[in-house]
């Protein structure tokens, strides 16, 4: 027995990574909340570890965490995968939405901060080491033009503080910044679903 697989049987809760698999696997990523439902057919290639629900199922619960959501440190994305990469590992997350505009875009920001740093711990459990990060979300709708014209506060930043980019911009830059300890930057992919005749919003990716 391995490491990783000696962690998994003896420090990680039974069934919190729902797949595990050495090579190429098929997954459906589903978001079931009434008027956004979703239907993300995933392929996944190679060594990986894959946890589905992750915000509704397996939320973290460290007790040295403020429950409160100032700073929202108990949200989690959807869905995330942990892929070999050498001899290290990389993080994929994924993040369903309907439609996105300013005020969306700085909670998916939120959730995505506050799941690197849950992953990164979960990893030190496994002995795995983070290397690349990729994050996605999957929507219909793009209002950001909307959301913002209709209320100008929403551009202001805080006074001393270093303003993020502009939320448009940086949905169409191929890149999201976050503040942890750091501020850090790694890769974003907006996914577009399109609605079948049932009114799922369905689509196809691959990494």
Known sequence: MDSIEFALENYIKSGFFNARSDTSSEYHFTETDSGGESDLSLTVSGKHYCTMNYDKNNRPNFIFLKPDKKYGMLK?????????????WDLYMFEFKTTVGFNTWNDIKGKFRASLLSIRALCVYLGIEIDNVYAYTTYETDKFKESQDTNPVLRKSLLGVT?????????????????TFDKVKFPHSPI??????????????SI
């Open 192 to 205: 577009l679903l399109k609605r079948n005749e049932k009114g799922v919003l369905c689509g196809e990716f």
């Open 163 to 179: 303003p993020y980019p502009d939320p448009e911009i940086e949905w169409n830059s191929g890149f999201v910044c976050l503040n």
């Open 76 to 88: 989690c994305v959807d869905h995330f995968v942990i892929k070999q990469h050498n001899d290290k």
